[in-house]
């Protein structure tokens, strides 16, 4: 049985993302690296630079969204489980919203700025409850002892 795909109110794992959850983010860096492009004098190569992030974090969000749409598929579909490349996507997924999200945190103290834009730690439940049993109160895999 497919799986419903809805967009959460509370992200807590990467698997929560949705293709419409980008959109505000991408508004919202656009707006700000857009302030900082303009801010720089034309033809200098700090202009150049504030162009050249402006355009790759633009990408960054195309390429954010066009993943999320692959992994919606996933999941509707009901193979949010298959091992290999739906696994990668799902990494990837948790990979890039992470970097645009350390970009925004640049700019945290704007009032714009959403606290639903940061980083996700575990892609779901499962893969929180494996990291958290593959450590000790320690906080390691070897408590206090070294490496073998």
């Known amino acids: 049985m497919a799986a419903e795909y809805r967009s959460r ?3 807590e794992f990467s698997d929560d993302l949705h293709h419409d959850d980008v959109t505000p983010l991408q508004e919202f860096l656009a707006a700000r690296i857009g302030e900082i492009v303009e801010a720089q004098p034309e033809g200098s190569a700090t202009r150049f630079a504030a162009e050249r992030l402006a355009d790759l974090t633009l990408h960054d969000c195309i390429h954010l969204s066009d993943m999320l749409g692959g992994w919606g598929e996933v999941v ?3 193979r ?3 091992p290999g490349g739906i696994q ?3 990494q990837d997924v ?3 919203w992470q970097r645009l999200c350390e970009t925004a945190d640049g700019f945290r103290d704007h009032p714009d700025h959403n606290p639903r834009w940061r980083a996700l730690r575990f892609v779901n439940l499962a893969h929180a409850e494996l990291m958290a049993s593959l450590t000790d109160t320690a906080g390691g ?3 206090d002892g070294a490496h073998p």
Do not use: F, H, P, T
């Open 9 to 11: 109110e509370l992200l």
């Open 76 to 78: 509707v579909a009901g």
């Open 80 to 82: 949010v489980d298959v």
């Open 88 to 90: 990668r996507l799902r």
């Open 94 to 96: 948790m990979l890039w």
């Open 141 to 143: 895999v070897y408590g």
